[in-house]
């Protein structure tokens, strides 16, 4: 029941920009919460940022500050706005959605990141 869409993911330099979108496909119902995760090679998948439908967010301390999560709830879709990159913001990053009533889980297939210094 329903795929999410990632979209944004790219080559950029130290210092630059990119944003990642994500929709929710074929999801009738407004989902709770949406974020986006990284996994860096050899690492453990990391959460990045969250937001729920009532605009509550969540950061990681390392992107507090750079990265701004945002959503439009109607069309189920989250963007995450990345400036200042950093080399080790390098990793695929995993768009997520989750809703408890009706009970929703999804990931994305992940969009590669790749900062170069």
């Known amino acids: 029941q329903g795929q999410l869409v990632e979209s944004g993911g790219g080559l950029v330099q130290a210092g630059g920009s990119l944003r990642l979108s994500c929709a929710a496909s074929?999801?009738?119902?407004?989902?709770?919460?949406m974020g986006w995760y990284r996994q860096a090679p050899g690492k453990q998948r990391e959460l990045v940022a969250a937001?729920?439908?009532?605009?509550?967010?969540n950061y990681a301390d390392i992107v507090k500050g750079r990265f701004t999560i945002s959503r439009d709830n109607g069309k189920n879709t989250v963007y995450l706005q990345m400036n200042s990159l950093k080399p080790e913001d390098t990793a695929v990053y995993y768009c997520?959605?989750?809703?408890?009533?009706?009970?929703?889980?999804?990931w994305g297939p992940g969009t590669q990141v790749t900062v170069s210094s």
């Open positions: 997520n959605a989750h809703n408890t009533r009706p009970p929703y889980d999804s």
């Open positions: 074929g999801v009738i119902f407004s989902i709770n919460t």
């Open positions: 937001i729920t439908r009532g605009d509550n967010t």
